[in-house]
């Protein structure tokens, strides 16, 4: 184990590499170096689960076959860019990879990473018009698909929020004085979010999208009934928070289920519609909750869950496998009982032969490893979480103003989220106008011609000014005499802020870290939940000692401060590419 010496040294080293050599920082030499020190220290925190790459070699080998499978990978594990057609693939450039690619052409024969040879004669795929094909289903079917999961999804995120309509009934009923106490369930529900993101994303990769969701669907289902039922406080937390680990399901796997069935050119047309349901959530818990609360208590806000989530989970028993890997490997299966011959195989086999705990030790370390030491994740891991914290502050604030302030009902309270619901489905409608007009017509990069990833920066730029916009807006209209129009209006350029910063930063990540995209957006999943779920237990405090006027002004300074984070990757995200571990690769 190492010393904290000893990290502490290769801390040093890489410093000093990375700010007293900017002179040379750009030359081949120094970017091997630099890479070199950096894998080490990587493979050092790591416990050595990511093994250094380029280890005591200093050679570079760039120019690495393209691997045809990574766009597939790249939406499969949780992409949610919605622009496959922007940003296609680059070769690979690599510091001595651990392992070779999947195969290398030899003459007539295909040999895999263990040098068994492989006749193509003997391999297993789709075939020109194959029904089983999930991109070649009817029309109607992958609606009902998209439909399916987007509910679930929905019924999921909704479940977050609708918490904080019923928290005087829980406070009420368990004797709970505090309701910073209360918010805990609020917080346990989005941990458990965060977690379930990074384990049972590369589950559903190994054993399959049909089979994660329903099962983590019927448990997720199963976990509202003990809230429902309960009969103390620590019941509702800690269901709610195994809760939220199984409802991720849908959330991080809905967008690979999208990308399995859907033709390239409307994937984001697709994307936008399952999001719909998915950015609303948080605003369509309170506007029910606060109706279900106020007529039939807080324990019926549970059970409307639990009969949406049933109804959701009767419509994904009715959904087929998507997984093209899953469902190419049951093939292979068949035809090797149909003839008993072992040989054939598909081009899928070498991801199965990783074994699930490998891809879990993967799934848990990289994410977190990249959130702290790539420049890119960590800046918009810090960017996106407080825009999400902000927002999920207003489900403190928002009660604040219109049920104590205005003295409205917790039904017509919930209805002030109206405004940023409307806000948030500008910007998914809005996805083919910011993509046509604003990231089409981007300058191309001139080495590659193709437009580059920092044109997804633009909407966020837009995005970052509507956010504080409606924050002032809202914070000084919210007392009266001033007409509550004003209040739930400022919640439109809110919402289409939080909208903006939320579709394209995704596809901002996964555009710039290509293979890597699911670590990036995993890692970005977790600290936007946690921001989410931790700050509002502050937010309650915070709104009594400053005020409404004042607590929502800091709110707003707070993310004009952090405005500068696109601005900045706009203007000069290619360099800062280029200086990335992983994100060069892609160039």
């Avoid at 070769?91 to 690619?101: A, Q, T, Y």
């Avoid at 039922?229 to 680990?245: D, E, H, K, Q, T």
């Avoid at 891991?381 to 049920?403: E, K, R, W």
């Avoid at 009594?544 to 706009?570: C, D, H, K, Q, S």
């Amino acid at each position: 184990m190492q010393t904290l010496g000893d990290l502490h040294a290769w801390s040093t080293i890489y410093f000093f590499l990375s700010t007293t050599c900017i002179e040379f920082s750009n030359t081949p030499t120094m970017n091997v170096i630099r890479s070199h020190f950096m894998s080490i220290l990587r493979y050092r925190l790591s416990g050595g689960s990511l093994e250094p790459q380029g280890y005591g070699q200093f050679e570079m080998q760039i120019e690495m076959p393209r691997i045809d499978r990574l766009t597939q990978s790249l939406y499969s594990s949780g992409n949610r860019s919605g622009f496959p057609a922007l940003f296609p693939a680059h070769p690979l450039h690599r510091v001595h990879p651990k392992e070779p690619s999947a195969g290398v052409v030899m003459g007539h024969l295909t040999e895999n990473s263990d040098s068994t040879p492989r006749d193509p004669t003997f391999e297993i795929d789709w075939e020109q018009n194959d029904k089983e094909n999930p991109t070649n289903w009817p029309l109607w079917y992958k609606c009902f698909t998209v439909w399916s999961v987007s509910l679930t999804t929905t019924c999921v995120i909704l479940y977050t929020t609708s918490y904080t309509s019923g928290s005087p009934g829980i406070q009420e009923s368990f004797g709970v004085t505090s309701r910073i106490v209360v918010l805990i369930g609020l917080t346990t529900y989005m941990i458990g979010l965060g977690l379930g993101c990074l384990v049972l994303a590369p589950l559903s990769e190994v054993y399959g999208r049909r089979i994660i969701y329903i099962s983590t669907s019927v448990l997720f289902t199963i976990l509202v009934l003990p809230v429902a039922l309960a009969p103390n406080f620590p019941a509702v937390v800690i269901s709610r928070f195994f809760g939220g680990f199984f409802g991720s399901a849908s959330v991080v796997a809905g967008p690979g289920t999208i990308n399995d069935i859907i033709q390239p050119k409307y994937r984001a047309l697709a994307f936008s519609l399952w999001s719909l349901g998915a950015m609303n959530g948080p605003v369509l818990g309170p506007i029910i909750g606060g109706f279900v609360y106020q007529y039939l208590g807080w324990r019926w806000i549970n059970w409307i869950v639990l009969i949406c989530g049933g109804a959701s989970t009767a419509c994904l028993c009715l959904v087929k496998e998507t997984y093209a890997p899953v469902l190419l490997k049951r093939r292979r299966k068949a035809k090797q009982i149909e003839t008993g011959d072992t040989r054939w195989w598909t081009k899928y086999d070498s991801q199965a032969e990783e074994s699930i705990w490998k891809r879990l030790q993967t799934s848990l370390s990289r994410p977190l490893i990249m959130a702290v030491f790539e420049p890119i994740c960590l800046f918009w891991n810090v960017y996106v979480g407080v825009v999400y914290a902000v927002l999920f502050l207003c489900f403190v604030g928002y009660p604040i103003v219109f049920q104590q302030l205005r003295e409205w009902s917790p039904g017509l309270a919930g209805l002030g989220y109206l405004g940023i619901g409307t806000g948030i489905a500008l910007a998914v409608f809005s996805e083919p106008l910011v993509r046509n007009f604003l990231i089409a017509k981007h300058p191309p990069d001139p080495v590659t011609g193709k437009i580059p990833p920092e044109a997804l920066v633009r909407p966020i730029c837009i995005g970052g000014i509507l956010i504080p916009i409606g924050e002032f807006w809202f914070s000084w209209t919210a007392r009266p005499p001033v007409h509550w129009i004003s209040c739930v209006l400022a919640g439109v350029p809110f919402g289409l802020g939080n909208g903006l910063v939320f579709i394209y930063a995704t596809s901002y990540l996964a555009a710039s870290y290509g293979m890597y995209a699911a670590s990036a957006i995993a890692g970005n999943s977790v600290v936007r939940y946690v921001f989410g779920g931790v700050l509002p237990l502050a937010g309650s405090k915070m709104y009594r000692a400053m005020g409404v006027n004042w607590a929502g002004t800091m709110l707003a300074l707070v993310e004009v401060f952090l405005t500068f984070i696109p601005f900045v990757f706009y203007r000069y995200g290619a360099r800062i590419r280029q200086r990335s571990q992983m994100a060069s690769k892609m160039i």
